[in-house]
Each structure stands twice: as C-alpha cells, then as structure tokens.
C-alpha cells in the first residue's frame, strides 16, 4: 500500500477553487451538506475571485452526484432554500441577515445585486431540473442523452432488484453442476450447501461490479468430477500407506526425542487407533480426522525441538495431503461465480432488461471503447462542473468513469467530497480502497475542522478515544483528525440527578471473562434499565438536557439504541418492555408477508372462504387477531345454536366481499371483534401489530383488482407468505410511530443522523472474517482466495476491523449530550469465568483500548486507568434492579366543537349527463342503500356508458334457446357492453370472422353459439341504410371515424336544472314531451365519451349506441317507440351535450367552421331493432338546432367570444 502523504488545508469554502480535482474531507458533524450548498452557490452566482469558475453555471449545468434518493431530496431542498434566501438578501441588499450568514458574506462580492436576484431566481424555478442526482441515475441520464454514442438501446426496461435472476441462475447451475454428479459427490457438495439458495448467498457479493481477482484458482479445464476422484485416489493412498507401515510407528515416535508431554503414552495410542479407524473405512468423502495433524512430518518436527526426530515417508505424505485444498468448494465457486454472471447477462439481453448495477458499467465501457472520448466531452460540455458527495462510499467503476472524463481537463471542476472514517457500505459494494487510491492521486486536499453537532465534552472525548493509538483505523492513509466544537455549542449539557453526566460512560461488567450470550443478555437489561432510569429522571424533574440555560426534561423521544442487526435491536426491544417502556425499530425493513398477522389474516381469509371446515373457522378464531382462548373454543364445541351462529357470521363476510371487496370485509371483521381495540391494549407492539393489519389490508386490496375470484385473492397471499420479498418497497414494514418512543436503529441507518442521547449496547460484538476476501494492499484490487490460506484470511480480517472501527467512530457521532457503550472483556466459543486472555483485542474497541494487543481482564483495566478523564468517565455494572417506568397519563382535555353557521360549497365536481338525469341519488346518502333500484341508479351515473337495459335484469341468459335471434340475446349491463366493445373494434367494411366472435363471446361470459347470429347481425348493421342519402356504416373509411371520443366540459357558472330544462324546452321538439330535469346546482366538469364520430361527404356525425330491448321483434322498435325510449331515459340530454362537445371541438380544429354546414347531425341505433328489410326501424336522426347548441354555449362558460 502506498504511503504518500499529501498536506491538506483548513477548508475556507468562499477561497475554495472550483476549477480542477479537490478532495475535501469532512469529518462527521462538521457540515458537508451545508458545505456543498455554499459551494453550489458560489457556481450560480460565479463569485470567488481568482478561485471562481470561468463563468456562472445554471442549475443544469452543476452535477451533484450522491449515492441514495434521500440524500438527493435533501441536497436538493437545502440549495432550493438557500437559492432563495441569496435572492432575498439581494433584493434587500442583506438588511434582516446577520452579517456572519453566508448571504451577507457572498453578498459583498455581487456587483450587479438585481442581475444576481434575476439569475437566483430563474435558478429557483429550474431547481425541478437541477442535475442532483443518484450515481445511478446520472449514468442512466447519460446513457440516454448519448445514446448513439454510448451504444444504448433505446427500449430497454431498467430492473432494480436482480435477486430473482440470480436466484434462477444459480439453479440453472445447481442443476447442470450438481444434479448429475454422482451420489458421492452430491453428498459432498450437499455437505457444503445444502440448496442453491445458499451457494448464492455465498457468491451473491462477487455477482455485480468488478470481479474479483481469484487467488490459487483452480484449474480451469478441472471438472467436478476429476478434482473429486483425484482428492479420493489422493486420500487412498495416503489410507494404503498408513494401513502398512503404522504397526511401527508406536516405538518410532516413542523412542525419538519428541517432546513426551504432548506425545505420551496415553495420548499417542488412541491418536494412532483413530487414524487407523479412518484409514480402515471407505472413502467417500474428504474428511479427515483431527488426530492425522499430529502425524504430519511438519508437527513432529516442531515437537522436538532437539535431538532425533520421527521420521517416516508416511508423515511426510501426510504433511503433502495436509497442505492440499481437500474440497470442492474453491471450483465450485469459481465456476459458480464466472457461470451465473455469463447466465444473468445472457438473460437480461434476451429480455431487453438492463440492471442499475449494469448502467455504470455501460457507462464504463462506453467510455473505454473507441469514440469514448467523444463521449465523454459530450458529458463535460453538459456538466462543467461536478460535486461527488459521500465519496467514501465510491467503487472502482465509479471512479474509473469520473476520472476518464475530467481527468486531466483542469478548466473543468471535480469535487471529491466524502469522510474515510465513515466508510461503512462494503456489504452494499463501496470501497474504501478506491477512495485511498483516489486519495493518493489527487494534489489537493482540504479538511472540515469544526463539529457542529456536539457538545464539547462529547467532541473532546471522540478524540481522545481515537487518539490512544497511531493509526486507529488500521490504515494509515485514514487519519484522524481532531475536530473543534462550535461556539454555539458551547453550553450543552446533560443534568441526571443534580449531576452532569460525563459525555461518554462506559458500562462495564467487570469479570475476568464474559461469554458473548451473557455480553448480549447483560447489556441489554443495563441499557434498558438507565433508559428507565432517565425516562423516571425526566418525570421528575431531575434529568434535564441543558443549552443555552434553557433546559428540557428528557423523553424517551430524546433516546437512540445503535445495534448491528436486527436480531439485536429484537434483544434491546424485549429489554425494554420488561421495563415497560416502549420502543421502535427504524431500521426494519422486513417483508409485511413475514409477519404473524400476515398469517393470521391467511387463516381469517380462508375460514371466510370456508366456514363450514370446522378446522378452518377454529384456527381463524384462535388467531391472535380474533384471540379467542382454547376455553372459548371448547364453549363453542359444546354449543351448537353459537357455533351455528360463529359459521352464519364467517358466510355473511364472504357475502360482504363478494358484493363490496375485501377491504370492506376486513373493516367488518375489525370492527364486529374489536380487533384494533384488543391489539392497543399492548402498550409494545400493538401499534405494530395494528400497522401491519392496515398495511396488509392496502395490499390486498390492490392485489384484488388484478385477480379474478376471493379464492384467487387467498391463493396469492399465501405465495406472498410463502416467499416475501423485503426488498420490494410496498412489502416493507412501515414505521407505526416513532413519537414517545425509545428508537433503536442499526449504525448503518443512522449514519448522517443526530440524536441528543445515544446508547451503544453491544459496541464489543465482533464476526470473524471467514471468507478471505481482500484487497491487495500495492494495487488495491479486490482478491477472493478460493483456498482460504492463512495469510489471506488475516488480510480480510484486517479489513473487517477497519470497517467495525469505522462503525464505531459513525456510532459514537451520532450522540448531541451524551453516548454510553456497553463493554466487557468477552471471549468467544467459551463460557464466562474463565481466567486467561480475552478476544476483546478483535473488536473495534478492544483495538482502541488495548492498542490491539492480547490480554486479560487487567489490560483492560489498565486501559481504562489511562481513558477516565471529565468527559469520559466507566462504570462498574451492579445487580440490576427491575422497576418498570409507569408514564404518567396526560388527562384528555375536553374539548367542545365550535357551530358551524356557515355555508360549504359543495356544488363542484366531475359529474356526466347521467349524473344529471339521476341527479336525486346525490340528494340523500342514504339512497345508495335503500333499495336495488338506487344502487342501480348510482350506477348508472358512475358509469355513464351503460344503456337502460343496465338497470334491468344483468344475469346473463344461460342454457338452451330455442330461438337465437337479436331480440333473445341477452339483456342486460355486461351485453350492453360486450356490444359496444364489438363495434369499436371492428371494421365497419369488413365481415366479421365466425371464430373471432365465438371467441369473444366466451371470453365475455356468453355462448359461443352465438357466434352465427352475431354475424348476421354486426353485418345487418354495417350494411343497413342510416339516412336519406343511402348512407350506411359500411361506407365510413377507418380514416374518418374516431371511437369512444372523450371530452370535458368546463361548467363555470353554477348550472341549474331550470335553466338547463327550460332552454333545451324552447328549441327542441323531443324535449318537450319529457319530464323536467330535476338535480343540485353543479359547477366543474362534465364529462363524457362519445361512441363515434365520424366525417361523412364534409359534414361530421356524431352517432350512438343502444342496445336496449324494446320488445320481442324488429316491429318494437319504430320510430314512435324509440322516441318514447328517448323520452324515459332523456336520451335527449345526452345528444344535446354530445353535440355541443363536438360543436366546440370542430370550432378549434377547422379554420372556417360553420354549424350548419359542417354538422350533419346526430344519429341512435338501437342495435336491436337495426334491419335492412325495415328501414327506418330502431333509427333515430336529427340535427339539433344551432340557436340550441349557441345557447347551451353560453350556458355553460358564460364569456364573450366575439363573433363565431
């Protein structure tokens, strides 16, 4: 690993220069986000003197690149409000600012302030499009707006979540590597992984970005079954050899200078009896026994330090057998690893998908293949300048793309600006490498000195913490920096009982040794019971958190648990409730399918679907959301009339769903078994529980517009149990609240956080690294040792202790007053009590405190004789006393509700011509329920479309007819519908296929013996004549007829019935014979659909549909009787404002409209009474007359338009 060491200044971010690469270091809490907002200033307004860029940028012309959506929502919304206060203090010339803002201070340097506040402002307006913007959503941006230079397609879907590819690709090589091994060998790998699930949970972090550099790869030709008879045959031998000569090796070793204490009379025969054992059975798999070591030429050399050594060729084949990688786990993996990532990129090609992870390496190679720098000019002339926040948190594709395009390009800016103290992403694939490489190769650096986020205390012993040792963070080239307090921060203070509290506390158990278990148990109880401590403090009076003299009794809202898991935070949770003090995870992102009452909801759904399975119905109500007891159930047993009653009620929710949805009948459930009552009374998890039903609830719903039956519904919940998925964003728990509660998150979530009071229970918990993955330390490329030698595995391990030093130092950041740490000198793999060294040297703090050398209970001591200091201060952890915290009850305050003596407007809404001609239903709600009639009502006006039959008889007609004809098809909404479905698709000059149509009818529902009369009929309609002029529907040119034609009309002056009714009265002849109008006064929209209207010999038509039964044949429907049809439904309404819509929209479209010679009229084929034997039948024409149509104009939008 290189050493240079380059010098790095103070930060002045108003001299900062802004052309050129920087690296700025920002350590936590000492204003980064403020920081990148000054300098995305200091680049609109082009201020900076000598250290300014070229020219003032626009908001599209400054790249800001960061690593999640969050963090671009709040840079963003921190510059959007500091843009605007700059352009306020230019238009007040800086009078109301304090002179020490950064508004007063750039202000000086503005020479034109009003040229300024212009520009501010058109910034201001553009801040929607300012490129702030995810490193993944910069590369797509790129790749699009480049695309021909980039090589991108143009349809391709971007998939987030590749899980499921891996999943199938890595069965795909299950199934072609290890299903058709041998059983022997199965059994081998199955010994390994026990499903392809855990191979790729494995492999999965070597998947995406670079891969690794392989270290003792194997061969590559190697099959499975060639390693594995070679590792069998190699073994063998080893067991042949053995089998002949070890009857001497007894008096061999005993007579030798062996040290006899290791080697004695007692241990040696049962080591030689159980090689021999092995040696002796079949060999079936790699195993060796652990006695075979002390046999190896190189142990015994080792054991006798002088004199005459045991030797044998046998022990020396086994040194060689020992030295071997005795597995198949290195080819398998390497295999996997280069296999599955052929696999997914195959695959993803087929099906035109790209991942997020594949947009940077797009964007990579594009770069590096001949025309890449065309590209990447392409990118420097958009962006000229570029600010990289969270730089820490960077890969070496990452840097590879930014660095190829601004490399070298010194006109251009490139902003590095990051913590390396604070890189804690690897699992998520940033590397800590990369930003050191990026370190070294960058000239100039810069550094962040004041903390803005803690008290001074907790500032001061930050520092003296990471000051004990000469490179706290393992590597060198990460240093630490002390950081100074704010003066603003100056008085913060942490009051408990009359005393201030130390800003860190370090609660110790003091054994000689502590297992992990009783680490865990005992930090958890002894955080919850400080937390009850303060939170009855704070009741009180006597725990107070000080600034400014100002002080504030401590809440549990004021207090954060840090873990490293999620099994952890559950540890911290169930301590808590013991004390009675209730808490939430904000770090939980769990599928809701995983949950309890996901499977409880499961047994409720299926208990409605079937309530006569007794089973079924007692698992639903045994359930903790209904909670009946075992005893409750057992009443029901013994009593038929309630058990009869529990199975009439289960029936009557299924009738519930089936007429109303899902979301109604869960509601009923709730309701009728007090379900979200019972679930509050615990004062822990009831809100979670309750949350979790809601949500649960949501997604059913959802679901269930897209599934076509209750059992459907069912069936896919119990998939979603069956297999969550967490990463999906509508899956995940939501947060039920965090106010009043005691919030407990991992260190990963609460990085770029601040809390006033932190605990960090378990900041001793450590895993030892097993996987022997590193970096190189002179190239710093990632290295995967498949053998796991030694040396590799120190490698990695000494990379895990760099990030948990870098999880600790984040942790302990977080706190504003005050942090207490739980430690203990633990051991791993033994139980507590034990005298001897300790692993705490492993551990993140252990390495701090101990330097990281090995020790004993004493070291630790020692080291904290040397910590105790003002600000940190250790105490020695006593029996913990249980006392729960019992909050006081804020009593309610009653409160009366003010008469309202105004007026609501309520007349505005969307509403259609049904909505007006069966306006009464708005009258009353109750008229939804009151009888079929109003239901069907309603219908009618929240569906339009639907012709009169719809309120008639719906069910379809089934079975045999013995007439198929259009007056015996059936009646009814779903008819209605079919038919106008048929007519807008089919061309009006062709005859409809036979088999098209049957296979319409039955994906509608209906028979498909249909089919013949349907023919005829569609056919009797294109071809029958609809006017004077022998015009028919066949005659129409696709080109010149528009389907289903929607439209609005804006209705801005309150519409009242009697004066609709009585215009339409004076100038149509068939309004006059109806009833009159009667609904509310109504402003806003009316909308409607139009079934067709099409352009015929220069005049434009506008016709409709009906398919209503008027009567059993085509006599039914002449023109008396469908005028009295038009009359019962006011179907004359409805052609009035179809008309008028279409009078509007031909007015905007062609240049010299005229009414009376573009407008041909309005025509309404009542389908059924259509035929060409009867002309005239089932037709209804007329032209509404202008005077009409003119006044409805003014009507409804009540302006002067001049001359028309």
């Not at 070793?253 to 021999?276: E, F, G, H, M």
């Not at 007794?614 to 045994?622: G, K």
């Not at 036979?994 to 009369?1013: I, V, Y």
């Not at 009316?1086 to 044949?1113: A, H, P, R, T």
Request: charged letters at 20%; glycine letters at 4%.
């Amino acid at each position: 690993m290189r050493k240079r060491r380059i010098q790095a200044y103070q930060l002045n971010p108003y001299r900062l220069p802004l052309y050129g690469q920087r690296l700025i270091e920002a350590s936590a809490g000492t204003g980064k986000t403020y920081t990148i907002a000054l300098l995305y200033l200091r680049l609109l307004l082009g201020v900076g003197q000598k250290n300014a860029f070229s020219r003032p940028l626009s908001v599209e012309e400054i790249l800001v690149v960061t690593f999640t959506e969050a963090a671009t929502d709040e840079l963003r919304s921190r510059i959007r409000h500091n843009i605007h206060q700059m352009r306020i203090a230019c238009i007040r010339n800086g009078i109301g600012f304090d002179e020490n803002s950064i508004y007063r201070i750039l202000l000086s340097s503005i020479a034109d302030k009003n040229e300024a506040a212009q520009w501010l402002l058109a910034a201001e307006r553009q801040m929607d499009e300012a490129a702030i913007y995810t490193i993944h959503g910069f590369c797509q941006r790129m790749l699009v707006h480049n695309a021909f230079e980039s090589g991108m397609l143009f349809e391709q879907s971007i998939i987030k979540d590749e899980h499921s590819l891996q999943q199938q690709a890595c069965a795909d090589f299950w199934r072609c590597n290890c299903y058709p091994q041998d059983y022997s060998i199965s059994k081998v790998i199955v010994d390994e992984w026990s499903d392809p699930e855990a191979l790729l949970a494995e492999i999965k972090p070597y998947l995406q970005g670079d891969i690794p550099t392989f270290i003792n790869q194997p061969i590559e030709a190697q099959s499975i079954k060639q390693r594995h008879k070679t590792l069998i045959d190699t073994i063998k031998v080893v067991k042949e050899l053995w089998l002949l000569n070890s009857a001497n090796f007894l008096d061999l070793i005993s007579d030798s200078a062996i040290n006899k204490r290791s080697y004695s009379r007692r241990n040696l025969p049962v080591w030689l009896a159980a090689v021999t054992s092995w040696a002796q059975s079949a060999t079936v798999d790699y195993k060796t026994p652990k006695e075979l070591a002390r046999f190896s030429q190189s142990e015994l050399l080792e054991k006798t330090p002088t004199g005459n050594v045991p030797e044998h060729e046998v022990f020396l084949v086994i040194d060689n057998l020992l030295q071997q990688s005795l597995t198949l786990r290195d080819l398998i993996i390497s295999n996997a690893i280069i296999n599955i990532r052929q696999t997914i990129v195959k695959e993803k090609k087929r099906r035109g998908e790209i991942g997020f992870d594949d947009l940077l390496s797009h964007l990579d190679q594009a770069l590096q293949a001949e025309g890449g720098e065309r590209l990447a000019n392409a990118i420097r002339n958009r962006y000229p300048v570029v600010m990289i926040d969270e730089f820490q948190d960077t890969d070496p594709q990452q840097y590879r793309i930014f660095q190829f395009i601004y490399q070298g390009h010194n006109h251009c800016g490139l902003l590095f600006i990051g913590d390396p103290k604070q890189a804690i992403y690897a699992f998520r694939g940033a590397d800590i490498f990369t930003y050191l490489k990026a370190k070294d190769q960058i000239e100039s650096h810069y550094t962040l000195d004041t903390n803005w986020r803690s008290s001074p205390n907790m500032i001061e012993a930050v520092n003296q913490l990471f000051s004990r040792v000469a490179k706290p963070f393992v590597f060198e080239q990460i240093l630490f920096n002390t950081v100074n307090p704010a003066p603003v921060n100056q008085h913060l203070a942490f009051i408990h009982n009359t005393e201030r509290l130390s800003a860190l506390n370090f609660c110790y158990l003091d054994k000689e040794t502590v297992s992990i278990l009783d680490y865990q148990q005992t930090m958890a109880y002894q955080c919850a019971n400080q937390i009850c401590d303060w939170l009855k403090g704070g009741e009180k009076g006597t725990t107070w958190l000080y600034r400014d003299n100002v002080k504030q009794p401590v809440t549990a809202a004021d207090i954060m648990v840090l873990v490293r898991s999620r099994r952890e935070a559950v540890m911290i949770r169930e301590a808590l409730s013991k004390f009675n003090i209730s808490s939430v995870f904000l770090s939980n992102q769990e599928s809701v399918f995983a949950t309890d009452e996901a499977r409880d909801l499961l047994w409720l759904l299926q208990a409605v679907l079937s309530p006569e399975k007794e089973r079924t119905l007692r698992c639903a109500l045994a359930t903790r959301l209904i909670g009946l007891s075992a005893q409750d159930i057992e009443q029901l047993n013994q009593d038929e009339n309630q058990w009869e009653k529990r199975v009439e009620e289960f029936a009557n929710y299924l009738l519930i769903w089936q007429r109303h949805g899902i979301l109604p009948t869960l509601r009923a459930i709730i309701v009728n078994h007090r379900i979200a009552e019972n679930l509050l009374m615990d004062n822990i998890e009831g809100e979670r529980r309750l949350m979790d039903v809601m949500h649960l609830s949501e997604l059913l719903q959802e679901a269930e517009l897209q599934l076509d039956s209750e059992h459907a519904l069912a069936r896919w919940l119990a998939r979603q149990i069956d297999q969550p998925d967490p990463l999906l964003e509508n899956q995940q728990i939501r947060l039920e609240s965090d106010k009043h509660l005691v919030s407990i998150s991992t260190i990963h979530k609460s990085k770029g956080l601040e809390f006033p009071i932190v605990w960090l229970p378990f900041a001793c918990q450590f895993s030892q690294q097993k996987l022997a993955t590193f970096h190189d330390r002179a190239n710093f490329q990632t290295c995967l040792d498949l053998t796991e030698q030694a040396e590799s595995i120190r490698l990695a391990d000494e990379e895990r202790l760099a990030e948990d030093l870098r999880l600790l130092y984040v942790a302990l950041t977080r706190s504003k007053y005050h942090c207490s740490v739980g430690i203990a000198p633990i051991i791993k793999g033994r139980p507590s009590g034990q005298s001897g060294d300790t692993d705490l040297h492993q551990s993140a703090l252990g390495y701090l405190l101990q330097n990281g050398q090995q020790g004993n209970a004493a070291l630790l001591r020692e080291a904290f004789d040397g910590l105790a200091s003002e600000n940190i201060s250790i105490t020695a952890i006593s029996d913990i006393n249980l006392s729960p915290w019992y909050p006081k009850e804020n009593k309610p305050v009653t409160l009366l509700a003010r008469n309202f003596t105004g007026q609501i407007q309520n007349s505005w809404r969307v509403t259609s011509y049904s909505g007006l001609t069966y306006q009464d239903i708005y009258s009353s709600s109750d008229k939804f329920t009151a009888s079929d009639v109003n239901i069907e009502m309603a219908i009618q006006a929240l569906a339009p479309k639907m012709d009169a039959d719809a309120q008639g008889n719906s069910l379809l007609v089934q079975g045999e007819i013995a007439d198929r004809s259009v007056h015996t098809f059936p009646k009814g909404a779903t008819a209605g519908t079919f038919l106008h479905s048929l007519l807008e698709l089919l061309p009006f000059n062709q005859h409809p296929q036979e088999c098209w149509l049957a296979e319409k009818l039955e994906q509608s529902g209906f028979s498909a013996d249909w089919a013949p009369t349907l023919k005829m009929w569609l056919i009797n309609i294109f071809d029958t004549p609809l006017l004077k002029n022998n015009f028919r529907l066949s005659k129409i040119a696709p080109e010149y007829q528009l389907n289903e034609m929607q439209f609005y009309l804006p209705i801005e002056k309150l519409l009242l019935s009697s004066a609709l009714d009585r215009l339409v009265h004076q100038y149509d002849a068939l309004s006059q014979r109806c009833p009159p109008l009667s609904f509310e006064p109504v402003t806003g929209v009316l909308k409607g659909y139009i079934d067709l209207v099409f352009c015929w010999q220069d005049k434009f038509y506008l016709l409709d549909y009906k398919s209503n039964w008027l009567g059993e044949n085509g006599l039914a429907y002449s023109q008396e009787a469908i005028q009295s049809s038009m009359i019962d439904h006011r179907y004359d309404l409805q052609y009035q404002l179809y008309t008028l819509a279409l009078h509007r929209y031909l007015r905007n479209r062609l240049p010299d409209y005229d009414y009376q010679k573009h407008f041909g009229g309005v025509i309404y084929l009542f389908l059924r009474g259509i035929d060409v034997n009867n002309p005239g039948y089932g037709i209804y024409h007329t032209i509404p007359a202008y005077e009409l149509i003119h006044s409805l104009d003014k009507l409804f939008k009540p302006t002067n338009r001049g001359k028309e």
